[in-house]
């Protein structure tokens, strides 16, 4: 495909020039691509109008209708949808199929859908078009100077998008580290498969993304109740912490954000917001799709009861006032040494949320058929997404090392990481216990962790107690667990049959 700016058509044509359509716009036409732009909204359509002037790169075309959207474009058409996810995308591509769209033509749905959503979708429009899908991670920012791209549909029309997507998207140099917009570097496009796995592997992206700030909020939470530092000495931390193992974006903004004193007032900034915290639902569907496919996310799922909880301010403050705690003094002798204690058990929580997600991902994929490959899906998150981090080329590595990795716990750094990191975490969730400050996402992984790492789980009880009052039968120990028994335990003696 030919990038040169002077072509008499356009490359791309991007239906919703809201604040993601006009900043993926202008990034196609920073990397020298031409852009038709259709907006219901006129004011949309102007206003990126006027940024794309300034640019002087590229070619951007604001089309009144869809059929002269289409009329700008080569066969095959390529049109990518930035619109809200629901009904309104059949909607579009309906009006597009009216004003002329052609079976070989590609739609590609950016927004953020839910993954079934997507696969109903192609299967719906499979004679009529090329449905295509994706998934972009990065917000505002990201999808101007470099998102994360998580795409997916048929291989043939990946081929026609693929050097569009390749150019925009966030890089990396050889090392795995980000490098500035423009610059050379491996693509953070990653195409993950058939229709549908794009949506379903960002969904998950945005359920760890739930748990790793939830992990760092908690971390914040303790050093100013519990130690009584200030923001800006909260901040500091963080600021030093984003220089080693636990270096992310997330990180990075969080010290800048406790560093940021209010605008009107003599207070931080953070001391102004009001506790209560919204969501858009995908970490929500990320702990449903958990649950109903069996692969516990409970750190994952802890997050979003955390952000559902916090919703409850007026229960709480009621709450703070006739509930009444009994929580020992802490220790300040050593507080350097708490301060280890919390940057360790941050880590090893941090490392259970990405195992979790990385699981669902592996379970899903098995029972979709995807083969998803992970190596290249934590390559893609390194630079451009919410959750970039360092530690994602660890993670990258240790697939890469072993590709039929069964938990990525199980991987022999990180298996290292948590021996050496682990008596810091249960201590700090003992102190948070002790000190009454909570701590669900931190402790719900350590949980985790201890249960993966635990042989024999009292589920053997469970199943007795089923047993007892339903007649749900057991697997015994020593016999093959297909074989199902039943006590009768009503009867006297009570006798065992095998069912």
Known sequence: ?????????????????????????????????????????????????????????????ACDSLTRLLSTLKSPRVISLSIPAGKIVEQVIDDLLKAGLEPQDIVIDTGNSLWTDTIAREQ??????????????????????GPALMASGSAEAWQSIKPMWNAIAAKVDSNGLPVPPLHDGESCATYTGPSGSGHFVKMVHNGI?????????????????????????????????????????????TADILKQQ????????????????GQKGTGTWTAINSLEIGCPTPTITQSVYARSLSSLKSRRLIGAKCLKAKTQPVDKTNLSAVINELHDALYCAKLCAYAQGFDLMNATSEQQNWQLNFVDIAKGWRAGCIIRATFLQDIANAYHHTPALDNLLFAEHFAHQLEARQLSWRKTVSNSSMHGIPMPGISSALSYFDSMRCGTLPANLLQAQRDFFGSHTYSRIDQSESAKYH?????????????
């Open 124 to 145: 719906k429009y499979q004679s009529q078009l090329q449905f295509f899908s994706t998934a972009v991670s990065g917000g505002e920012q990201g999808a101007r100077f």
């Open 487 to 499: 006590v009768e335990w009503s009867h006297s003696p009570r006798v065992e049959v095998k069912r």
């Open 1 to 61: 495909m030919s990038n040169s700016p002077s072509s008499n058509h356009s490359h791309i044509a991007m239906i919703g020039l809201g604040v993601m359509g006009k900043s993926l716009t202008l990034n196609l036409l920073d990397n020298q691509f031409n852009v038709a732009g259709f907006d219901i909204d006129k004011e949309h359509l102007t206003a990126t109008t006027q940024e794309a002037k300034q640019l002087n790169k590229g070619t951007f075309l």
């Open 262 to 277: 209010d605008f009107s007032t003599d207070h931080p900034l953070v001391d102004m917001i009001l506790d209560k915290a």
């Open 209 to 253: 993304e739930y748990a790793d700030m939830q992990l760092i909020c908690e971390v914040y939470h303790y050093l100013r109740e519990a130690i009584e530092l200030t923001p800006h000495q909260i901040g500091d931390v963080f600021t030093e912490w984003n220089q080693g193992v636990l270096n992310s974006y997330l990180i990075e903004i």
